[in-house]
Structure formats: structure tokens, C-alpha cells
């Protein structure tokens, strides 16, 4: 995005024959990468147990959908025996954005396993060397691949849950998270493939191992839990905040770090992240991976991690995009997958519901990526679980969708939205339920009401996650201009 120098300027005169030499090296160094890359995810595709696209297992679910807003930029991961253990799962949902967020997403998926399984075993034998290591780019990944791939031939005798109690057993999960972050985002400012300036990624992974669960979130993509109260009723229990410039902590640490706060006057209800001097880019998330144009001023990639111990009253596990948060509550999620005809098909039902949903209660956006991991905890088919006493009606999804409760955004359990949908789409209501039968998914205006003001950007009311060069009165610190911003991809 015109932040990244070139060393062409260094080299010799093309017509001499140390400029010949040097730009062929390049063009061989650059096949050699591509080479590796293709070799690496190869190598990936084949490990058992390891789940990237629309699909199904025992104990998972996953699903996702290009919206209509171009590529879609979304991507999930469901790793089974990870680590060759094999009481131990990996998964995770990543929601790029910018230019090259698919990309962002992507890389991050495939290469923030390997740093995390490499740091944990690290962090099992005392042994801090490696975590240096992976900080040297392109070869961090051999050692990683390494490592991992070796795993895979001969099993490890550690095990965490026999020789540490549970409490050390997180902090050396959650050290490996950190670490594997840290080292994740600093190597995506070296690749020169990805143009990470102004594309980044969010980043919502858990580790299941026994009746342990680690979660570490950076953005606003969220895990909801679906779980049994005291009466037993299934209820909806959110692990993850989500971590947008609204909340007084994340806002407070950008400011001192000289990056700017506020919302659009049009959109007052969307904090963003802007540059101290420059009218951009409008960032809707306060942790992220990439962006690294926001990196000195107070966006950070450290995520916050967590760690609860299941018991036999949780039953699932969500982990789902702002595409699922933006029209459906915790609870609907909950209720959705529970309604599911069989657990296979969880993930999928959950996006066609939030599909409609959008098509409803926003009839004038257009429909964001959404990705989704459902992790089933118990061995029982999903259908006996339908059968759980709910605080809530269970009815059929197509009339679950278009419930409206609005929850705060501060705190873990009390935010139904993900805070990037305005809320004229709100006064929608029960509209929906008469009129979504007669729903066309190529028209996004079916059920828009032309005496409706919906006070939209360009006529689009789902907010995006980046902006570029808004409006707004020089001086103003952290104030916004009286115009509105004009929104893209």
C-alpha cells in the first residue's frame, strides 16, 4: 500500500553484468520461496485431522460464506489430535479486512498452529530458545514445519494434564499463545507477498485438551459457549470480548500512543481507530493482526487469553466472524445450533440464518463474509440435546432470527452484537417474520421501505471495518468532521 521500500534502487545498472546477475538471483530466490510455500501447504493439506473448508467431523462442525462484498475474506480452522495428542483440538476463525485481508487470513490460519504447537512443547521443556528463533522469518517456518511434521511420525510422551495441575497447565498454554502471536505478527510485516500495511486479520482460537479450555482473541470475532444452568436450561455464556475501540481500556492505551478515537457523526455508534495526523484508515477493531500502519500508535496483536474448565453441563462451542454477531444474539446462536438437525449441519444452518437475518434487519447492506466452527464437547448425537429445557422458546430458525435484543459491548456475557451494524436496521422488528419466506437472495432491497430514512453511507448501512479519508475538522483532536466518510471493502 506505498509503504514498502524497494532495494531496487540499490542494485547495479541493469545493462552491467553484476545487474544481470543480481536480478536473475532475485528471480531465482523468489521461485525458491514460492516453491517452499507451495511444498509447505501441501504438507499441510495432507495431516489428518486437520479441517479448513466446509465440512464435518465427530466432534466438529464448519462453514463459511462469501458475503456481497467481493472476496470473501474469512477463514476457520479445525485441527484435531493437534499436536499428536489426542485429546487435544485446535480451532480457530480469522476475519481479514483491507486490500489483501483474505490473504492475511489465510496465513494466519495455516502458520499460527505451527507457532503455537513449537512454543508449547518449548514451553514444556523450560526451554525459551526456540520462541527467539521464530522471529527470523522465512526460516521459522522450516523449524516449525519441522518440528511439527516429526511429530506426526512418532508421538510425544508429555502430557500435560499427568505431570502439571490445571492451573500450570494455562500458564504454559497461555505463554505459547502469546508468544505465538507476537512471533505471528512480526512475521507477516517481513513476507513480501502480503502487503500487511493496511490488511490485517482478527484471530479468535481455542485449545481443547481433556476438560480444558484455553481461548485468546484479538478483534471482534467471539467464542459463545452453549451451556446448562443450575435448572438446566441451555444458556448462552460468552468467553471473548470484543475488543473494539469503544472499551475505556483499549481506547485509553491508542491515545497515549498518540493514535486517535471517535466516530463518524454518521455512524456515532462505531468507534475507530484513526492515524494522528491523516485521515485514516478508520480501523473498527483496537487488536489485530497486520495493519501495521497503526501498530505505533496504539493498535496492538496481543491477544487476551482465557482458560475454563468444561464440566458435564457445557455442551458446544461457537466460534464465528462479526458476519454471525452483527444480526444474531448469543442466545439465538445457541438456539440455532441446538435446532440443527444433526451436528453436521450446525455451521451451516447458523450462516443461512444469519444470511437472512441480514436480509431483514439490514435489507439496504450488504451481506458480510461469515465463517463458523462449532466444537461439540460430548460424544451424544445433537439430537438429544434439542431436547434440553430452554429459558426461551425453541422455535424454527427462519422465526429465530429476527428476535432483537441488544446487550452492551463492554463485557463478556452482556454483548448480543458485535457493534458494527447501525441501528436503523433495528426498527425492522417483527416485519421480517411476515416477509422473509419471499426472500431473494440476489436482492438485497426486497424488504427495504422507500419512506424509510435510513441515514446510510452511499446507501449501505452495515458499517465496514475500514474506512479511508473521512471528513473532519483539523484540530479537533479526537473529534469528527460534520461529513461523512465515504466506505469501501
Same mark, same amino acid.
Given at each position: 500500500?506505498?509503504?514498502?521500500?524497494?532495494?531496487?534502487?540499490?542494485?547495479?545498472?541493469?545493462?552491467?553484468?553484476?545487474?544481470?546477475?543480481?536480478?536473475?538471483?532475485?528471480?531465482?530466490?523468489?521461485?525458491?520461496?514460492?516453491?517452499?510455500? #507451495?511444498?509447505?501447504?501441501?504438507?499441510?493439506?495432507?495431516?489428518?485431522?486437520?479441517?479448513?473448508?466446509?465440512?464435518? #467431523?465427530?466432534?466438529?462442525?464448519?462453514?463459511?460464506?462469501?458475503?456481497?462484498?467481493?472476496?470473501?475474506?474469512?477463514?476457520?480452522?479445525?485441527?484435531?489430535?493437534?499436536? /499428536?495428542?489426542? @485429546?487435544?483440538?485446535?480451532?480457530?476463525?480469522?476475519?481479514?479486512?483491507?486490500?489483501?485481508?483474505?490473504?492475511? &487470513?489465510?496465513?494466519?490460519?495455516? /502458520?499460527?498452529?505451527?507457532?503455537?504447537?513449537?512454543?508449547?512443547?518449548?514451553?514444556?521443556?523450560?526451554?525459551?530458545?526456540?520462541?527467539?528463533?521464530?522471529?527470523?522469518?522465512?526460516?521459522?517456518?522450516?523449524?516449525?514445519?519441522?518440528?511439527?511434521? &516429526?511429530?506426526?511420525?512418532? #508421538?510425544?510422551?508429555? @502430557?500435560?494434564?499427568?505431570?502439571?495441575?490445571?492451573?500450570?497447565?494455562?500458564?504454559?498454554?497461555?505463554?505459547?499463545?502469546?508468544?505465538?502471536?507476537?512471533?505471528?505478527?512480526?512475521?507477516?510485516?517481513?513476507?513480501?507477498?502480503?502487503?500487511?500495511?493496511?490488511?490485517?486479520?482478527?484471530?479468535?482460537?481455542?485449545?481443547?485438551?481433556? @476438560?480444558?479450555?484455553?481461548?485468546?482473541?484479538?478483534?471482534?470475532?467471539?467464542?459463545?459457549?452453549?451451556?446448562?444452568?443450575?435448572?438446566?436450561?441451555?444458556?448462552?455464556?460468552?468467553?471473548?470480548?470484543?475488543?473494539?475501540?469503544?472499551?475505556?481500556?483499549?481506547?485509553?492505551?491508542?491515545?497515549?500512543?498518540?493514535?486517535?478515537?471517535? &466516530?463518524?457523526?454518521?455512524?456515532?455508534?462505531?468507534?475507530?481507530?484513526?492515524?494522528?495526523?491523516?485521515?485514516?484508515?478508520?480501523?473498527?477493531?483496537?487488536?489485530?493482526?497486520?495493519?501495521?500502519?497503526?501498530?505505533?500508535?496504539?493498535?496492538?496483536?496481543?491477544?487476551?487469553?482465557?482458560?475454563?474448565?468444561?464440566?458435564?453441563?457445557?455442551?458446544?462451542?461457537?466460534? &464465528?466472524?462479526?458476519?454471525?454477531?452483527?444480526?444474531?444474539?448469543?442466545?439465538?446462536?445457541?438456539?440455532?445450533?441446538?435446532?440443527?438437525?444433526?451436528?453436521?449441519?450446525?455451521?451451516?444452518?447458523?450462516?443461512?440464518?444469519?444470511?437472512?437475518?441480514?436480509?431483514?434487519?439490514?435489507?439496504?447492506?450488504?451481506?458480510?463474509?461469515?465463517?463458523?466452527?462449532?466444537?461439540?464437547?460430548?460424544?451424544?448425537?445433537?439430537?438429544?440435546?434439542?431436547?434440553?429445557?430452554?429459558?426461551?422458546?425453541?422455535?424454527?430458525?427462519?422465526?429465530?432470527?429476527?428476535? @432483537?435484543?441488544?446487550?452492551? /459491548?463492554?463485557?463478556?456475557?452482556?454483548?448480543?452484537?458485535?457493534?458494527?451494524?447501525?441501528?436503523?436496521?433495528?426498527?425492522?422488528?417483527?416485519?421480517?417474520?411476515?416477509?422473509?419466506?419471499?426472500?431473494?437472495?440476489?436482492?438485497?432491497?426486497?424488504?427495504?421501505?422507500?419512506?424509510?430514512?435510513?441515514?446510510?453511507?452511499?446507501?449501505?448501512?452495515?458499517?465496514?471495518?475500514?474506512?479511508?479519508?473521512?471528513?473532519?475538522?483539523?484540530?479537533?483532536?479526537?473529534?469528527?468532521?460534520?461529513?461523512?466518510?465515504?466506505?469501501?471493502?
Amino acid at each position: 500500500m506505498g509503504s514498502c521500500l524497494s532495494t531496487e534502487s540499490r542494485s547495479p545498472v541493469l545493462n552491467s553484468p553484476g545487474g544481470r546477475k543480481r536480478k536473475n538471483s532475485r528471480k531465482k530466490l523468489g521461485s525458491r520461496n514460492s516453491s517452499f510455500e #507451495s511444498k509447505r501447504e501441501e504438507q499441510l493439506y495432507r495431516i489428518p485431522g486437520r479441517m479448513f473448508l466446509n465440512g464435518a #467431523s465427530d466432534v466438529a462442525s464448519i462453514f463459511t460464506q462469501q458475503g456481497k462484498k467481493g472476496t470473501n475474506q474469512d477463514a476457520m480452522i479445525v485441527w484435531e489430535n493437534f499436536a /499428536s495428542r489426542t @485429546d487435544t483440538i485446535f480451532c480457530g476463525v480469522f476475519d481479514g479486512h483491507g486490500p489483501y485481508g483474505h490473504m492475511v &487470513a489465510k496465513r494466519v490460519r495455516d /502458520s499460527l498452529p505451527l507457532k503455537l504447537c513449537a512454543n508449547w512443547e518449548v514451553n514444556l521443556k523450560g526451554d525459551g530458545s526456540l520462541g527467539e528463533t521464530n522471529l527470523n522469518g522465512t526460516g521459522s517456518m522450516n523449524l516449525e514445519s519441522t518440528s511439527f511434521l &516429526a511429530s506426526n511420525e512418532e #508421538s510425544r510422551a508429555v @502430557d500435560v494434564e499427568g505431570t502439571e495441575n490445571h492451573e500450570n497447565m494455562f500458564q504454559i498454554l497461555k505463554e505459547s499463545f502469546l508468544k505465538a502471536y507476537k512471533v505471528m505478527d512480526r512475521e507477516l510485516k517481513l513476507y513480501t507477498t502480503i502487503d500487511c500495511f493496511c490488511s490485517g486479520t482478527t484471530a479468535v482460537t481455542l485449545i481443547k485438551q481433556g @476438560d480444558n479450555l484455553v481461548i485468546s482473541n484479538v478483534g471482534d470475532s467471539r467464542a459463545v459457549m452453549g451451556t446448562r444452568d443450575q435448572d438446566g436450561h441451555l444458556t448462552a455464556l460468552q468467553l471473548t470480548v470484543d475488543l473494539k475501540p469503544n472499551l475505556p481500556a483499549e481506547a485509553e492505551r491508542i491515545r497515549k500512543c498518540k493514535g486517535r478515537v471517535f &466516530a463518524l457523526r454518521d455512524e456515532p455508534d462505531v468507534a475507530r481507530v484513526w492515524l494522528p495526523n491523516n485521515d485514516s484508515p478508520g480501523l473498527a477493531m483496537a487488536r489485530a493482526f497486520g495493519d501495521f500502519c497503526l501498530k505505533d500508535f496504539g493498535l496492538i496483536s496481543v491477544p487476551e487469553v482465557s482458560h475454563r474448565r468444561l464440566t458435564e453441563k457445557d455442551e458446544f462451542v461457537v466460534l &464465528a466472524s462479526d458476519g454471525i454477531w452483527d444480526v444474531l444474539s448469543n442466545k439465538e446462536v445457541v438456539d440455532i445450533v441446538v435446532a440443527a438437525p444433526a451436528r453436521s449441519y450446525a455451521a451451516r444452518a447458523l450462516v443461512e440464518s444469519a444470511v437472512r437475518a441480514w436480509k431483514c434487519k439490514y435489507p439496504t447492506s450488504k451481506v458480510d463474509d461469515c465463517a463458523v466452527v462449532c466444537l461439540f464437547f460430548k460424544s451424544n448425537d445433537l439430537s438429544s440435546a434439542s431436547a434440553i429445557k430452554s429459558d426461551e422458546k425453541i422455535v424454527s430458525s427462519e422465526e429465530r432470527v429476527v428476535d @432483537d435484543n441488544n446487550e452492551g /459491548s463492554s463485557e463478556p456475557l452482556g454483548l448480543n452484537r458485535s457493534g458494527t451494524v447501525r441501528n436503523d436496521g433495528d426498527k425492522l422488528g417483527n416485519e421480517c417474520k411476515d416477509e422473509e419466506d419471499e426472500a431473494d437472495e440476489d436482492d438485497s432491497l426486497l424488504y427495504s421501505d422507500p419512506g424509510k430514512d435510513w441515514s446510510a453511507l452511499e446507501g449501505v448501512s452495515r458499517v465496514n471495518t475500514l474506512l479511508t479519508l473521512p471528513r473532519f475538522v483539523l484540530g479537533g483532536g479526537d473529534k469528527p468532521a460534520a461529513g461523512a466518510a465515504k466506505a469501501h471493502k
